[in-house]
């Protein structure tokens, strides 16, 4: 079993629309978690920390079960701009382990 | 400020060939991680440093592999010798420990004939 496991998707959505991805992680020491972006035939970038409560960042938001130990990103009102593919990460200790990762496609 | 610098970009070779492949992590981070990334694996993490002591090399696939990082400015990956299957983008990131956030380099793009 994968440590970070992610639907691959691709989702293909419609602009305006909101779109909710999920990670589920093997290792239930795990402290830290993420959600990195990676636009085509580039390194992946932070988009956002996912905190314990939950967290908020505009039209993104992000929050953390550790009782059934999965992560969530929602993107409300998707633009254009969102194609990417979504990445979950878990650092559980000093490694930084990635899913597969999550292809979205907006459409106008 | 200056990222993340791998090289090279772009490396095409023959089976068997030697591969290295250069980093630079970002000044003052004392953690570096090597990933590969291809369309059936995903970002696969091979191998990371902490002060440029190798902590968990567990990710790197066989011998072929080995990876150094003789100063906090220089890590390499070394591909010896170099099969087709090992056809990826090699990502090297940094951070500063506990912080969380990996600032990646370009990558960079090995195709192995």
């Known amino acids: 079993r994968k440590e970070v496991e992610q639907d691959p998707g691709p989702f293909n959505v419609p602009e305006g629309a909101t779109v909710a991805f999920n990670c589920t992680y093997s290792n239930s020491a795990s402290q830290s978690f993420f959600w990195y972006r990676q636009d085509c035939r580039k390194e992946p970038k932070l988009l956002m920390s996912v905190y314990s409560s939950g967290n908020e960042d505009g039209r993104f938001t992000a929050q953390l079960n550790r009782a059934s130990q999965y992560i969530s990103l929602l993107i409300r009102d998707s633009k254009l701009s969102d194609s990417a593919t979504y990445l979950c990460?878990?650092?559980?200790?000093?490694?930084?382990?990635f899913g597969a990762g999550t292809r979205l496609t907006v459409k106008p | 400020d200056a990222g993340v610098i791998q090289s090279p970009r772009h490396e095409v070779t023959e089976m068997g060939q030697e591969v290295t492949l250069r980093c630079k992590p970002i000044s003052g981070h004392n953690s570096l991680f090597w990933y590969r990334q291809t369309m059936m694996r995903g970002l696969e993490l091979l191998i990371y440093?902490?002060?440029?002591?190798?902590?968990?090399d567990s990710g790197m696939p066989e011998d072929r592999f080995s990876a150094k990082m003789p100063n906090a400015s220089f890590s390499t990956l070394k591909i010896q010798p170099s099969e087709p299957r090992d056809s990826a983008v090699y990502f090297c990131?940094?951070?500063?420990?506990?912080?969380?956030?990996?600032?990646f380099g370009e990558g960079s793009r090995l195709t192995v004939l």
């Open positions: 990460v878990v650092n559980g200790g000093d490694d930084m382990r």
């Open positions: 990131a940094s951070s500063y420990l506990n912080t969380g956030e990996l600032f």
């Open positions: 440093f902490n002060n440029n002591v190798p902590i968990d």
